[in-house]
């Protein structure tokens, strides 16, 4: 097999003679991420006319930064760390918050999967094929739902093209690699034209990895590879628009640091150590519609998505727990963009586990929410505000859940002057509980723990007040600053309860008073100063979080405080970065819970565009951990066993036709 290096000297070679010597600069192509349209808020508002605290990784960065998760790709921004929990299965967190309260969408629906139910379950996307990641930085309940009680993401892909294509045939090839765990890595996509009004997309992925080099050696059983693909198309008409897309993902994937001690009652053997893998398989149909009107409605949109999710935890060659859903989301908003938007969201979940560790009972879960929201300004000053209704029905055998909740949110933006405004936003959520914090029993060894959920278990309230800081100047200058505080009412928490089931630590579902303080704050210029024929630009950014319980006490996994610094040059199609991120020591931990020391990620890299006719070109050489730490987040159920990777270099190549 080629390594990822071999690849793309291949591709080198076969492409390098086409090309014209004339370069294109970097900014021709990047985004200018300000003034992106973020659909993840109520009002499809830019970053920066919102009071919601909201950011984007989308252009040249999203491509030098993808790693083999979400929660990886996102890690490092203001505000997101991850769960770490081996190359693949790592999950985003938001503000110390993660699991069921950060959900996580394609293209504006829900992804219909069981990632959130363990840390263990991969998210079921590609980040491969994303064009732009949407961050929802605290309560996202109104549009999402109250399981959006922390944040949320949407990875925006070309799959729904509700607009005509600019070009009859169009494509990307992007192939990338490392040193780490000798990734392998390729995502292609066509779209084009097929009539007057007919338009189609189609996108195929594979990623490969081995163990994961670690400071002193091999990651163990860290292995994994994924592939996928869709096929959509779309009618655009003057007035209305609709498309639709198959899409399908498989995923095979090792849990290191798991070793599962087996009992043969027969025998009497013991074998242990044996490893644990995940097996993934997922189809699924997405729909979108838009009708554009004239008069007091701008649009009305209809989403919809249906997912048929399978999953298997392996021990050895044994399946330990199968897990299957039917999950389907419907959502229909009438809006006036930028103004108000009203909608119904209608979301129903069939899940089953069999085998003899499943830890959860089959159960149906309905949701149905109904939203209203809305701005108004006068002068310098906007305010927003809006209101959720959502009812949950929960039903399996042997017990069931219903209850209504409310959420709502009031927010302002102040304009001190021109470059500088002031935005604060008070929310209410109410999250409902989810099958598994009800109803859980049982050893869940992918997490190494003996699950109990509790019936009894209400409403989980919260209350975030959020006060932000925006600033942005025409000669490049631009801030984000925002400080919040979250307090909980029945916070549902995991707790040890110091007990042994089935060799493994006992926890159980509780409610707990709960507060999280934190900030972010993210400063930067893109072309501070004039260097011979390029510009220098530089970036500070950081956050912190704290979360303690209603006695005083530490909440466990809550990330450490960060600091970084970049350093950009530019000039012409040539771009060179440096980069260093400070993850402080967490010393405030949990009962049970171990301190994580700090370390200091130092990282480079170099691209470098070239266009052929109508192709353009992007090479990219990233090299991570410079300074090959020892690096663990706290935040990692597997901090313990699974540092993150040594000092690496990762190359890709990336073409648009």
Same mark, same amino acid.
């Given at each position: 097999?080629?390594?990822?290096l071999s690849?793309?000297?291949?591709a080198?070679?076969?492409?390098?003679p086409?090309?014209?010597?004339?370069g294109?600069?970097?900014?021709?192509?990047?985004?200018?991420?300000?003034e992106?349209?973020?659909t993840?808020?109520?009002?499809?508002?830019?970053?920066f006319?919102?009071?919601?605290?909201?950011?984007?990784?989308a252009?040249?960065t999203?491509?030098?930064?993808?790693?083999?998760?979400l929660?990886?790709?996102?890690?490092?921004q203001?505000?997101?760390?991850?769960?770490?929990?081996?190359p693949?299965?790592?999950?985003?967190?938001?503000?110390?918050?993660g699991g069921?309260?950060?959900?996580?969408?394609?293209?504006?629906?829900?992804?219909?999967?069981?990632?959130?139910l363990?840390?263990?379950?991969?998210?079921?996307? @590609?980040p491969?094929? /994303?064009?732009?990641? !949407?961050?929802?930085?605290?309560p *996202?309940a109104?549009?999402? %739902?109250? #399981? +959006?009680?922390?944040g949320?993401?949407?990875?925006?892909?070309?799959?729904?093209a509700?607009?005509?294509? @600019?070009s009859?045939? /169009?494509?990307?090839v !992007?192939?990338?690699?490392?040193? *780490?765990?000798?990734?392998? %890595?390729? #995502? +292609?996509?066509?779209?084009?034209?097929a009539g007057?009004?007919i338009?189609f997309?189609?996108?195929l992925?594979?990623?490969?990895?081995?163990?994961?080099?670690i400071?002193?050696?091999?990651?163990?059983?860290?292995?994994?590879?994924?592939?996928?693909g869709?096929a959509?198309?779309s009618?655009i008409?003057?007035?209305?628009?609709f498309?639709?897309?198959?899409?399908?993902?498989?995923?095979?994937?090792?849990?290191?640091g798991?070793?599962?001690?087996?009992?043969?009652?027969?025998?009497?053997?013991?074998?242990?150590?044996?490893?644990i893998?995940?097996?993934l398989?997922?189809?699924?149909?997405?729909?979108?519609?838009e009708?554009?009107?004239?008069?007091?409605v701008?649009?009305?949109?209809?989403?919809?998505?249906?997912?048929d999710?399978?999953?298997?935890?392996?021990?050895?060659d044994?399946?330990?727990?199968?897990?299957?859903?039917?999950?389907?989301?419907l959502r229909v908003?009438?809006?006036?963009?930028?103004?108000?938007?009203?909608?119904?969201?209608?979301?129903?979940?069939d899940?089953?586990?069999?085998?003899?560790?499943?830890?959860l009972?089959?159960s149906?879960?309905?949701?149905?929410?109904?939203?209203?929201f809305?701005?108004?300004?006068?002068?310098?000053?906007t305010?927003?505000?809006?209101?959720?209704?959502?009812?949950?029905?929960?039903?399996?055998?042997g017990?069931?859940?219903?209850?209504?909740?409310?959420?709502?949110?009031i927010?302002?933006?102040?304009?001190?002057?021109?470059?500088?405004?002031v935005?604060?936003?008070?929310?209410s959520?109410?999250?409902?509980?989810t099958a598994?914090?009800?109803?859980?029993?049982?050893?869940?060894?992918?997490?190494?723990r003996?699950?109990i959920?509790?019936?009894?278990?209400?409403?989980?309230?919260?209350?975030?007040?959020?006060?932000?800081?925006?600033?942005?100047?025409?000669?490049?200058?631009?801030?984000?600053m925002?400080?919040?505080?979250?307090?909980?009412?029945?916070f549902?928490?995991?707790?040890?309860?110091?007990?042994?089931?089935?060799?493994l630590p006992?926890?159980?579902?509780?409610?707990?008073?709960?507060?999280?303080?934190?900030?972010?704050?993210?400063?930067?210029?893109?072309?501070l100063?004039q260097?011979a024929?390029?510009?220098?630009?530089?970036r500070?950014f950081?956050?912190?979080?704290?979360?303690?319980?209603?006695a005083?006490d530490?909440?466990?996994?809550?990330p450490?405080?960060?600091?970084?610094?970049?350093l950009?040059?530019?000039?012409?199609?040539?771009?060179?970065?440096?980069?260093?991120?400070?993850?402080d020591?967490?010393?405030?931990?949990?009962?049970?819970?171990?301190?994580?020391a700090?370390?200091t990620?130092?990282?480079?890299?170099?691209?470098?565009?070239?266009?052929?006719?109508?192709?353009?070109?992007?090479?990219?050489?990233?090299?991570?951990n410079l300074?090959?730490?020892?690096?663990?987040?706290?935040?990692?159920?597997l901090?313990?066993?699974?540092?993150l990777?040594?000092?690496?270099?990762?190359?890709?190549?990336?073409?648009?036709?």
């Amino acid at each position: 097999m080629k390594t990822p290096l071999s690849v793309l000297v291949v591709a080198a070679t076969v492409t390098t003679p086409a090309l014209s010597q004339t370069g294109i600069t970097v900014a021709d192509l990047e985004e200018r991420l300000e003034e992106v349209v973020i659909t993840a808020t109520p009002l499809r508002k830019k970053a920066f006319e919102t009071a919601q605290p909201v950011s984007v990784l989308a252009g040249e960065t999203l491509v030098t930064r993808r790693e083999s998760s979400l929660g990886e790709t996102l890690a490092d921004q203001p505000g997101v760390s991850a769960t770490a929990f081996g190359p693949i299965a790592s999950r985003p967190l938001i503000r110390g918050q993660g699991g069921l309260r950060v959900q996580t969408y394609q293209d504006g629906a829900d992804t219909l999967d069981v990632a959130a139910l363990s840390d263990d379950h991969a998210v079921g996307l @590609e980040p491969m094929l /994303a064009d732009r990641i !949407e961050i929802v930085r605290g309560p *996202a309940a109104l549009l999402f %739902g109250s #399981a +959006a009680a922390a944040g949320a993401v949407n990875v925006i892909t070309p799959r729904l093209a509700l607009s005509r294509y @600019e070009s009859p045939f /169009a494509g990307t090839v !992007e192939m990338r690699g490392d040193t *780490a765990a000798n990734e392998r %890595g390729v #995502a +292609a996509r066509v779209g084009g034209h097929a009539g007057e009004r007919i338009q189609f997309f189609g996108d195929l992925h594979h990623f490969e990895a081995d163990d994961l080099r670690i400071p002193d050696g091999r990651l163990e059983n860290s292995n994994g590879e994924t592939r996928g693909g869709s096929a959509g198309l779309s009618w655009i008409g003057e007035q209305s628009s609709f498309a639709i897309s198959l899409s399908g993902l498989r995923s095979n994937y090792g849990l290191p640091g798991h070793g599962h001690h087996h009992h043969d009652e027969d025998h009497e053997d013991e074998h242990e150590d044996e490893e644990i893998r995940l097996w993934l398989d997922q189809r699924r149909i997405d729909f979108a519609g838009e009708w554009r009107l004239d008069g007091p409605v701008d649009a009305v949109r209809l989403r919809a998505a249906r997912n048929d999710y399978e999953h298997a935890e392996l021990e050895g060659d044994e399946i330990g727990t199968f897990y299957a859903q039917d999950g389907k989301e419907l959502r229909v908003s009438a809006d006036r963009d930028g103004h108000w938007s009203i909608g119904l969201q209608w979301r129903e979940l069939d899940f089953d586990a069999e085998g003899d560790e499943a830890f959860l009972p089959a159960s149906r879960t309905r949701h149905l929410g109904a939203y209203a929201f809305g701005e108004t300004s006068f002068g310098v000053l906007t305010l927003e505000g809006g209101l959720r209704i959502e009812k949950q029905d929960i039903d399996l055998d042997g017990g069931d859940y219903g209850d209504e909740a409310l959420s709502g949110s009031i927010g302002a933006r102040w304009r001190l002057s021109d470059p500088w405004a002031v935005t604060l936003q008070l929310t209410s959520t109410a999250r409902h509980p989810t099958a598994t914090e009800l109803f859980a029993f049982g050893p869940h060894l992918a997490v190494q723990r003996f699950e109990i959920g509790d019936e009894t278990l209400g409403i989980e309230r919260g209350a975030t007040a959020d006060l932000g800081l925006q600033y942005r100047t025409e000669s490049g200058w631009s801030l984000q600053m925002n400080a919040f505080v979250s307090d909980y009412d029945e916070f549902i928490a995991a707790i040890p309860e110091g007990s042994i089931e089935d060799d493994l630590p006992v926890i159980r579902f509780t409610g707990v008073d709960a507060r999280f303080t934190g900030a972010e704050f993210d400063w930067r210029h893109d072309a501070l100063l004039q260097v011979a024929d390029g510009k220098i630009g530089v970036r500070v950014f950081g956050d912190y979080v704290r979360a303690r319980d209603s006695a005083g006490d530490p909440l466990p996994q809550i990330p450490p405080r960060r600091l970084g610094l970049e350093l950009g040059y530019a000039t012409g199609p040539l771009r060179l970065a440096f980069e260093t991120l400070y993850h402080d020591a967490q010393d405030e931990v949990a009962e049970g819970e171990t301190r994580t020391a700090g370390f200091t990620a130092v990282n480079a890299e170099v691209t470098y565009r070239l266009r052929a006719g109508t192709t353009d070109m992007l090479w990219f050489a990233r090299g991570v951990n410079l300074l090959d730490e020892e690096m663990r987040r706290h935040a990692s159920p597997l901090k313990e066993v699974a540092p993150l990777a040594a000092r690496h270099l990762a190359i890709g190549l990336q073409l648009k036709f």
